[in-house]
């Protein structure tokens, strides 16, 4: 372990079984968090445990499904008892990304979509920021997208969902700043991870139109995560911090 700041903290990580969620629980282990890793593969979420404990890191897997509101809800009452009464940290992560056009969605597409990537956010805000206000402490991260903040074509769905979390994290940092807990937001550009590989030669397109030309490793945006998450950010309330090769400036 190379650094201990974030000791003593318990944080919740969701989708953290791949990909920039993977990421996210290495490096706050690393900084000294109990992570806990949620997502619903058990063999990959206790691979990356494993990952994290023989690097010397304290971490644990719960299997959720976070397009089913009261797994969501299974999900934070395990939380809070793993991590001894409190968590202190939650990243929420995970999100589903279907492309298309408008007309090609079903109801079921629209539904999982927001269930995820909207209700499922809601639910363990509503659930764990009450108790981190209570202690006068916490964090919450949420990850977006830059395609929340302009039009692409093909990605109304997505891009919409991830708007919405937007603006929650602007009234959740309104709610709670004022008792201690930080809500903030990163908006990544095109990552390569593993749910982004079937993008193919999209992704570099994408990435081709930002300063620095080239798609983010998970590392890159777990860091900007971590550092939300932890004492670092200490005046940081409300924040959309773009990690996203300079898209925004292009």
């Known amino acids: 372990m190379t650094s201990t700041n974030l000791a ?37 979420g206790e691979a990356v445990v494993a990952t994290i404990r023989e690097a010397g890191g304290k971490a644990d897997f719960i299997a959720a499904d976070l397009a089913d509101g009261d797994s969501v809800r299974a999900l934070a009452r395990r939380a809070t008892e793993l991590g001894g009464g409190h968590v202190d940290i939650l990243v929420n992560n995970a999100g589903v990304f279907p492309f298309g056009p408008t007309q090609g969605a079903s109801d079921q597409d629209i539904d999982t979509v927001y269930a995820v990537n909207v209700r499922a956010p809601y639910i363990l805000v509503g659930e764990l920021a009450p108790a981190m206000a209570a202690r006068g ?31 929650l994290t602007k009234a959740w940092a309104a709610e709670f700043g004022p008792q201690g ?26 990435a081709s139109l930002a300063p620095a030309g080239r798609p983010a490793a998970p590392e890159e945006i777990a860091a900007a995560i971590s550092y939300l998450a932890g004492d670092q950010a200490s005046f940081v309330h409300g924040a959309v911090l773009d ?8």
């Open 181 to 206: 807990v930080r809500v903030n937001a990163v908006s990544p550009g095109p990552t390569r991870t593993e749910g982004t590989e079937p993008m193919g030669s999209q992704l570099d397109q994408l």
């Open 8 to 44: 003593g903290t318990t944080a919740l990580v969701t989708g953290a079984t791949s990909g920039i969620g993977r990421a996210t629980a290495v490096d706050l282990a690393r900084r000294g968090a109990h992570v806990l890793v949620s997502g619903r593969d058990p063999v990959r």
């Open 137 to 167: 402490k916490g964090a919450v991260v949420n990850v977006l997208t830059m395609v929340a903040s302009f039009g692409v074509a093909g990605m109304a769905l997505y891009g919409s969902s991830k708007a919405a979390l937007s603006l």
């Open 243 to 250: 990690v996203d090769g300079g898209r925004n400036a292009a």
